[in-house]
């Protein structure tokens, strides 16, 4: 069967995309860059099922490259980061594009993951997921929607944001929607719902609420992730946060982006329980209860396989779509600070310790200085520390790093380049490379700063000092650090 898959870089589609090549499908990944297509994920059997097209649903320009002949189609799309105030707007335009789109090929089924909207007064976010539903379903070919509620893996919005609360406030003076209920869904029960219902005549043109084996409010879930994890924590729900201020309080003290916190808080006050279990008897599955879709996040953490991450969705308000376009450094009218240090150490540690920079490892040098940059940085509506990385060895073009964004992770000819996603009066690049120069074993490391304006300038001599302390000692310590 050949498939056409949408959000195929995106968290839920990275993960379904190996489980519909593990069938023998063949499957047709809609991406903005196909820059951004991993295919090192794959073996080269498997790379011979892949089609990669580029283009955007929100052009209908673009989407003249993709085939029209396909069996099925998966729309696996949001934008949930995006402007707060325009969120839905591009939805609604990306599922009308989308749905002519499939209207005109040879697709029999199309399936779309929502978010449960049983209650009567939804927030904007759900609104735009039924309006998205809506307009999916007017279209000619059958569709199925399975409507989540929060889904619980490692990576996913929701496991990060209770992970950040859970393990950095031992006593948290919460909101009152920490009293909602809700009904999380371990990210293996999505996938397996996912795929699933392909193609089953009885899901045809359905609507399904899929959740987990257990009904919890926020606290709950809160608690029952400081059990797993063997944390004493208390929290205190009051009245007086408004949505305004819960959304700052989420965006300060955990990953999330102050857009996306919105979307999220709004959300909040709304149950998404299911109401519809119907999906049981086409996709009979074991449900995974709370507890066991956390421990199966912590396995894959432990494991350093974490597949996929929401951090690094680039429909944020910090990151063009074509952020791979900065590749290419500049050279003139720029600002740096470059470090060039011979070494005798073997290359290979070297490299291994580059690969490990930033996350839990930390930048190998004045940790609590680059803290403090990401704080301020929060407090000016930028991203941060908190976002960590997707996995503390691996490296991948576009996965998040801290408030970075990795351009180039070449191992094989050791290379690492970082885009800022940082808020600065112009933009910046950090790279690591190692070369042989008269025969000794060198790691470059620059920083380049292209300033936009004079205040660009003021801020490049501003921090020099700063640099002055931090890199040459960050460089030592990535040659030394065992």
Known sequence: MKILLTGSTGYIGRRLLPVLLADGHEVICLVRDKR???????????QKQ???VEGDLNQVATLKEVPANYD???YLVHSMSSSYKDF???EAESAQNFTAMVNGSTARHVIYLSGIVNDSDLSNHLLSRKNVEDIIRSGTVPATVLRAAIIIGSGSASFEIIRDLVEKLPVMIAPKWLKT??????IRNVIDYLHGVLMKPNAFNQSFDIGGADILTYKEMLLGYAKVRNLKRWIITVPVLSPKLSSLWLYFVTSTSYSLARTLVASMKNEVICKDTGIQKIVPIKILHYHEALQLAFDKISQKHVISSWKDSISSDTMRNNFLDNVQVPEHGVLTDKRIIPFERNKTEVVDNIWRIGGEQGWYFGNWLWGIRGVIDKVVGGVGLRRGRRSETDLKPGDALD???VLIADKENMRLLLYAEMKLPGEAWLEFKIKEVDGKKTLFQTATFQPLGLWGRVYWYLVLPFHGLIFPRMAKGIITAK
């Open 36 to 46: 951004r297509f991993d295919w090192d994920d794959f073996s080269g059997a498997l």
């Open 50 to 52: 892949i089609t990669v």
């Open 72 to 74: 099925a189609a998966y």
């Open 88 to 90: 839905a707007t591009v």
């Open 403 to 405: 408030f970075w964004r």
């Open 181 to 186: 209920r809700c009904q999380p869904i371990g």
